[in-house]
């Protein structure tokens, strides 16, 4: 793209000189490059030259990085001297909606008054924030990210003692810190408070020694948090906490609980019905997966919570293989991919109601895996000699296998083959869950619902994990900061699905699109500036659905004199 200059001569043997903007296109017809006219500025000599000066240097400000530089601050030809830019997209979505969901004024209103007041809230926003953008280590936080990786003067003066205190005292206030910021955010975003989803999940620490030692908290004595057991990644062998989880319908967060390593799901309820007891959430249905099962956690449901739909473990109880799933009935229809059907067993005290349902998608997925897996057993058994004995090597590995040894049986003569009964009844179960509920004003239809939308507490579970947040690394070892760090990936996990549900997008996709608004430090003509850089149409289109306004043009202005 260029500025085309034509010209004409007129009748009396003057010259006309005309503008136009042009870029060069390729013109399939006549095989070569044409000029094609974008707009026509008209005659040179009626034109207001500085006007195309503007337009210039407006080109000039994109290309340095959307600064908008005013003429009066930097003349035509005046050299910039940029020092630095940092991101600011994030950190400005998140303390917008820290201050809307209630969180900065739920902190100050309990930071302790007087002269030297902490700055507690301040501290504890750079945390979160830090979580939210590149999750680092809390020294890593102090060192550099607040001052070199994020655009955030006012946490300049914080200390490494300010993060560690402010990490005490949300431990201390924890309980009045969620149950207030819960409601408010529950009332702002008009949350169905009606289920509560319940899960659990371990995160382990790469040390080789339990904690053995109690803490003591105030008259409160902690036991050890960091205690092996049960490992839901795989990794047994070393020390852990157990982390659980409540949930809204849409993923908002009721309450966090750290317990020992060594804590099994079952034994959690009591917490939750316990610590859940004086909120008054009304008619809340507890919503738990398979791990929630026994006797006792159902008594103790249906006299604190009330009501609960629970998953059950399928292949451990006989009443639901027999009674339940052996039982004819048609399914009903939810939507395109989920059927549901009721099925009641027992009467008076003793009756239960369990509600089958079969995902369509995950049924055809299951069964073309399972047809994947025949298949390649079936070659497998065609290359075993036929004249060979039936423990040969390979006969044995095939039996031991996860894969195959579950389809195959003895067949005539001794040799291996493939179970007709094992795979009709693995077909059988393709893409099926059953439920188990206490609630009967719910229909068939909404306890399937209700439990689909089970997805989401375990998604959110990854990102604190993995993909997001990164709850792993720990580098605290007392138990009291272990929990508060959970807490803190808790309201950072509040703050993402805010924005998530307000944009109808990921968080990944939005903190990528943030990604692109920068604080830019400049010296030019005598001054310092501070400016963001110029929002995108897709950045502007993600604010306005958040409800948070642009960042501020010029940021800080000051004489380059008096800049350090």
Known sequence: ?????????????????????????????????????????????????????????????????????????????????????????????????????????????????????????????????????????????????????????????????????????????????????????????????????????????????????????????????????????????????????????????????????????????????????????????????????????????????????LAMPVGKLTEVQEEVLGRAGRFRPVHASLEVKEVVVGEGERRRRYIVCRNLVEAARQRQHREEVLTALRQELARLDPQAPDHTKRACELVASKRYGRYLSRGPGGRLAIDAEVVRRAARMDGKYVLLTNDDTLSPEDVGLGYKAMMIIEACFRRMKTTGLRIRPVYHWTAHRITSHVRLCVLALLIERAAEIRVGDTWRNLRFALEEVKAVRYRVHGLTLVQSTRLTAHVTAYLKKLGVKPPPRVLSIENSSATP
Not at 40 to 66: K, M, P, W, Y
Not at 109 to 125: V, Y
Not at 183 to 211: G, K
Request: glycine share 8%; hydrophobic share 40%; with cysteine.
């Open 1 to 309: 793209m260029y500025l085309r200059t034509t010209k004409r001569q007129n009748k009396d043997g003057s010259i006309v000189e005309y503008y136009q903007l042009a870029e060069t296109r390729w013109d399939p017809i006549q095989r070569r490059p044409t000029a094609h006219i974008i707009y026509n500025f008209g005659r040179a000599h009626t034109l207001d030259r500085e006007a195309l000066l503007r337009l210039a240097q407006s080109i000039s400000r994109v290309c340095q990085g959307g600064l908008d530089i005013p003429l009066e601050v930097s003349p035509p030809g005046e050299a910039i001297d940029i020092e630095w830019a940092r991101p600011l997209g994030v950190v400005h979505v998140a303390r917008a909606l820290w201050e809307e969901l209630g969180i900065g004024e739920v902190l100050r209103g309990l930071e302790p008054r007087g002269p030297r007041r902490a700055p507690h809230e301040l501290a504890l926003f750079t945390m979160v924030a830090n979580r939210l953008a590149e999750p680092l280590s809390k020294l890593a936080c102090y060192e550099y990210w607040r001052t070199e990786r994020a655009y955030l003067p006012e946490a300049a003066a914080l200390t490494l003692d300010h993060l560690y205190f402010a990490l005490d005292f949300l431990d201390t206030h924890i309980e009045a810190i969620e149950r207030e910021i819960f409601f408010r955010t529950a009332d702002l975003f008009r949350a169905d408070v009606d289920l509560i989803f319940w899960d659990t999940t371990s995160v382990y620490f790469a040390v080789d020694d339990e904690d053995t030692e109690c803490e003591t908290k105030g008259d409160t004595t902690l036991p050890p948090l960091r205690k092996r057991g049960y490992n839901k990644e795989g990794r047994g062998n070393q020390p852990q906490v157990v982390v659980g989880l409540a949930l809204t319908r849409d993923g908002l967060p009721v309450r966090s609980w750290v317990f020992p390593g060594n804590t099994a799901d079952v034994t959690t309820v009591a917490h939750v019905k316990e610590s859940l007891r004086g909120w008054k959430l009304g008619r809340a249905i507890f919503v738990g997966d398979a791990g929630m099962d026994s006797e006792a956690n159902r008594q103790a449901l249906a006299k604190g919570l009330g009501h609960y739909i």
